[in-house]
């Protein structure tokens, strides 16, 4: 059964966040108990949901660099999308260096949410674009990794590497890791180049390709709102394709 | 006068790696003489200029770890596009954890640039999407900055810390470091979203704000041929304003 799912890729603007917040709001309107984990130093999965990171007190950080101050369950807000949230601000940004000298660095993550799997069908967790010590962690925690990929030439770079990471990390830390596919994101099916990259994905990469997300410009308003796109723009095709997404994810969630 | 210029954001996919190798390929068109330094592990420009990462021998990430050993000299390569480039491939991941106990780490690339600048015009870097300790070398190095800009409200998310970032440079390592301006790429002049966050550039970041790059489906299939879109699509709109981009810079970096 799936719960913790990953969304990964170091490759920059590959909509990571976006899909991250909008799958949950959906997987939300399921009636589903969802929490987001916000694991980018930006904290724009934090943004997108409606709080600033600079206000506030504590984040992910403090659960993940201070074990015993901070519980998870103490830091999680509620959000107007009806997920909850675990958020980000730049404290993230010292953890790398922080976390070098702790053994078992790469559990400190999947240590702070078990006891939050009860509580939630669901914890998706946004990384940042980079490969280090908190998206292993985030790998480590998971049951599942969810890469989105922009269908472009140079969106290829890095998943490659991020694959042999996940390779890792089953080898080492955690067997069950599943790769649910690959999101072609971003998507215009308009232009030949797109289409292309998209055909070429299955034989690629040898794991499963998602049906797209597709280009809107709806998308870019949204998180100055607080909201994701099923409350500014619902009816829109993002909005529908975030949704078919969230129900493929509901049907391996279990039971509501 | 300029002559090492940081492309930096730590916000994904705004078009860093874009605008460096084009406007590299663009400035060596107008006669100068430029290296691209490639400081992201991911090898972007290094593959957008026509190398495959990991095929190198060596890579940026040797000059910078194992001091001595060899000069950024040997191992700048050649490209078709008329630019010399010192390549980057994974190896730069590790430079995080290897570079934290060496003193005088933020300085290893000015270091390793200082024998190269009587050889170059121009020398532009390429930095990764974080704020890690090579972003810093390349601010430390630089001589100026431009922070590219997508014009999307999760954009803004980085772009202060990115400016304290420089502030703290200018203060403690690199009191020359000038902010040329924020360059808005992936610019769609019809959606009113993003001409209403380019007319808010100036006053909100009180830098100059470049004029912006066209959005274009040319630029996507550009990289597979190992060059830029000066080559692939050279009377296309964005071919056109990075030769803009090019002119000014060019006139910055004095005599021929
Ligand atoms: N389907 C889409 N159509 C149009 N714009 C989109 C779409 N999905 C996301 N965007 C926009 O693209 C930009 C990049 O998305 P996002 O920030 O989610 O990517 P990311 O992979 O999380 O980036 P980073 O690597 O910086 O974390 C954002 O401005 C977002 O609003
Ligand atoms: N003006 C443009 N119009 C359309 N596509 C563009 C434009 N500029 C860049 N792109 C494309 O957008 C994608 C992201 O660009 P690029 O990789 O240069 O961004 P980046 O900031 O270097 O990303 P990262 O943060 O991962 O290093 C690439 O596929 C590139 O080809
Ligand atoms: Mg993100
Ligand atoms: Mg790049």
Same mark, same amino acid.
Not at 152 to 157: F, K, N, W, Y
């Given at each position: 059964m799936v719960q913790v799912v990953a969304f990964a890729n170091q490759k920059g603007g590959v909509a990571k966040t976006t899909s991250v917040v909008t799958v949950a709001a959906a997987l939300a309107q399921l009636g589903r108990r969802v929490l987001v984990v916000d694991l980018?130093?930006?904290?724009c999965a934090t943004f997108c949901l409606g709080l600033d990171p600079e206000d506030l007190e504590a984040s992910v950080s403090d659960v993940l660099l201070g !074990? +015993?101050?901070?519980?998870?369950a103490d830091l999680v807000r509620t959000t107007d999308e009806g997920v909850d949230l675990l958020p980000a601000c730049l404290?993230?940004?010292?953890a790398d260096q922080a976390l070098a000298s702790t053994p078992g660095r790469e559990y400190v993550l999947r240590e702070a949410l078990s006891a939050l799997r009860n509580r939630y069908d669901a914890i998706l967790l946004d990384c940042s674009p980079s490969l280090g010590i908190i998206t292993v962690n985030a790998l480590v925690a998971a049951d599942a990794v969810i890469i989105p990929l922009q269908c472009?030439?140079?969106?290829?770079?890095g998943v490659g590497q991020l694959m042999e990471t996940i390779a890792d990390v089953r080898r080492f830390?955690? !067997? +069950?890791?599943?790769?649910?596919g690959i999101l072609p994101t971003l998507?215009?099916?308009?232009?030949v180049h797109a289409q292309a990259i998209l055909a070429d994905l299955p034989e690629r990469y040898q794991v499963p390709v998602l049906p797209p997300i597709h280009r809107s410009i709806r998308f870019a308003e949204a998180p100055a709102t607080g909201r994701t796109i099923l409350a500014t723009a619902g009816q829109s095709r993002g909005a529908r394709d975030y949704r078919d997404l969230a129900a493929r994810l509901d049907a391996l969630i279990g039971p509501l």
């Open positions: 980018d130093a930006q904290g !074990p +015993g101050q901070y519980a998870a404290d993230l940004a010292r472009e030439t140079l969106s290829h770079r830390a955690n !067997p +069950g890791l599943a790769v649910l998507f215009d099916g308009r232009t």
